[in-house]
Nanobody
Framework: HVQLVESGGGSVQTGGFLRLSCAAP???????????MGWFRQTPGKGREGVAA???????DYTDSVKGRFTISRDNANHTLFLQMNSLKPEDTAMYYC????????????????????WGQGTQVTVS
């Protein structure tokens, strides 16, 4: 498995914005690759919810609640993933996790977090 490192979380007011980043230092030092990279979020007592995912070719998918507010992007050369979060709402409050796998995201990625072998430790986002 490849360790992922998230950054960029924090506390903001409703309507504010944050930009999350996810780095994969081990991938940068090897010829390995991850076709699908994504963001999941989790609140206490609930399972991980798929927020956004992006394939190596740039094809992106979002859960309905963040469409039009969040934008996922990736820098393939540097194995880095981003999530621009605008117009944040209190219901966006959660621990956000970066995830990756060596094959395409597929249509069911949101409901299958266990298909992602690579995870970060998470970064907290709090909207009040």
């Amino acid at each position: 498995h490849v360790q992922l490192v998230e950054s960029g979380g924090g506390s903001v007011q409703t309507g504010g914005f944050l930009r999350l980043s996810c780095a994969a230092p081990a991938l940068s030092a090897s010829s390995d690759n991850r076709d699908c990279m994504g963001w999941f979020r989790q609140t206490p007592g609930k399972g991980r919810e798929g927020v956004a995912a992006i394939d190596h070719d740039g094809s992106a998918d979002y859960t309905d609640s963040v469409k039009g507010r969040f934008t996922i992007s990736r820098d393939n050369a540097n194995h880095t993933l981003f999530l621009q979060m605008n117009s944040l709402k209190p219901e966006d409050t959660a621990m956000y996790y970066c995830a990756a796998k060596a094959w395409s995201c597929g249509a069911l990625w949101r409901s299958r977090p266990t298909t992602f072998p690579d995870w970060g430790q998470g970064t907290q986002v709090t909207v009040s």
